[in-house]
């Protein structure tokens, strides 16, 4: 659950700590865990292209993993995952100075606190056929001091993934969830693919369905939220290749990929213009369907180059596009790592246009619409460069640098909300 806030600027005040701890109890056993704590405090803006230094929301966030493997057999494993986060948030907003605000301060407090946890079997025959067997539990609490809900979630699932003649590899699952709150939902998943050895080439196709689940914001959020809401389906399909060359040097694919939802959950004013807004079922369908493709170059040691293109067709009930969807981005990486203790990676990464537009209630779908301007417009997506750089002084040590918008670009990745300029941040990294 989150705060009512949808706009909001950099973090001006933060600390984090980490560590991770790992041993090996013998050939058949490991055991590793992972700590990390972050305090923030980070500003809001008001809502109408400028800040709000009145307001601003503190935030103390803890998160544990822990990862249990043993080796029964030479065909029987297992594996145990728990993970705990507890996430404390205060939001507040004082009048500004030298005004009257009937309301004075206002303050809203949130604690969340989400338990996971994952008990997976995998039995191997030969090199031929593998089977995995799981059980997986979340539950999910949060308490704001007027209500304290819980939301558990409960899934079984089962896959087997089979390989013959070192060629033809095929993949059969299935996942059951049991829900507090909507029931039961059953998804199967399929995929295939071929290996053509004489080429180096690879045909691959999945098909699968999933769900959703809403969220506790859309079930339980004060006033607004819809404890009736029901989970979103999907049902995908995907097609395609890809091609080495040169002992894997160079490799490229491309594929098509097919999707439907059904049942969205959408936030919306209750009416237009309104500030208040709650979760809708939508009972008709979204469709989106595109093409994929990547390239990757390995020149010498060391140093990987990476590119990818996607296109994508959206569509609602209605045929209209979707709205903060864009048409075309891509991407091209550059990591290069050397000395055994250095790495650089480079990421460019281009968005294309997208739409920002009403809704059936008015709104502009979450954006904000500066004024003298139409509701129905083109935010004209994003052109971001970023650079990292790590130096592993010890097994237990790393130092690195990270800067973000190197480029120092202006855009909005949500039309309204301008997103920071240059960034660049220092860092160490601990292991244990």
Not at 307 to 323: H, M, V, W
């Amino acid at each position: 659950m989150d705060s009512d806030g949808r706009g909001s600027n950099d973090d001006y005040d933060k600390t984090n700590l980490s560590s991770r701890i790992g041993y090996k109890i013998n050939e058949k056993i490991d055991f590793e865990t992972t700590m990390r704590y972050n305090d923030s405090t980070v500003n809001f803006d008001d809502g109408a292209f400028r800040q709000d230094p009145n307001r601003f929301s503190q935030n103390e966030d803890f998160n544990m993993n822990a990862v249990f493997n043993q080796s029964l057999t030479d065909w029987w494993s297992h594996k145990m995952t728990f993970s705990f986060a507890d996430s404390d948030s205060i939001d507040t907003d004082r009048a500004n100075p030298g005004t009257s605000d009937p309301f004075g301060t206002s303050r809203f407090r949130l604690d969340t606190h989400i338990y996971t946890g994952n008990w997976q079997h995998t039995l191997n025959y030969k090199d031929i056929d593998t089977f995995v067997v799981g059980f997986e539990f979340e539950n999910q609490s949060a308490d704001n001091r007027t209500f304290d809900e819980t939301l558990i979630n409960r899934g079984w699932y089962f896959q087997n993934q089979l390989k013959l003649w070192d060629r033809l590899f095929f993949n059969a699952g299935l996942r059951l969830d049991d829900n507090n709150t909507f029931g039961k939902d059953v998804n199967p998943k399929l995929s295939i693919a071929y290996h053509l050895k004489e080429t180096d080439t690879k045909f691959k196709a999945n098909y699968g369905k999933g769900f959703r689940g809403p969220t506790l914001n859309d079930l339980f959020w004060p006033v607004t939220g819809d404890p009736t809401l029901q989970p979103e389906e999907s049902e995908s399909y995907d097609f395609g290749f890809e091609q080495y060359l040169l002992e894997d040097k160079i490799s490229f694919g491309v594929t098509y990929f097919n999707n439907r939802f059904s049942n969205l959950i959408l936030w919306a004013p209750i009416s237009p213009g309104s500030f208040i807004w709650r979760p809708q079922q939508n009972s008709g369908f979204v469709w989106t369907e595109g093409i994929e493709a990547e390239a990757v170059i390995k020149p010498i040691e060391g140093l990987t180059i990476r590119g990818t293109f996607t296109k994508t067709n959206t569509r609602d009930g209605s045929k209209k596009e979707l709205i903060r969807q864009p048409r075309k981005q891509g991407s091209v990486n550059i990591n290069y790592s050397f000395l055994d203790k250095c790495n650089i990676n480079i990421d460019d990464t281009i968005v294309g246009n997208s739409r920002e537009g009403a809704s059936a209630t008015g709104d502009n779908g979450g954006g904000i619409t500066p004024p003298n301007r139409s509701t129905i417009r083109t935010n004209t997506g994003i052109h971001k460069l970023d650079a990292t750089f790590s130096y592993d002084y010890s097994k237990h040590l790393q130092l690195y640098t990270r800067a973000e918008n190197l480029l120092n670009i202006q855009y909005d990745e949500t039309l309204g909300f301008r997103s920071p300029g240059t960034r660049i941040f220092f860092g160490v990294k601990l292991s244990m």
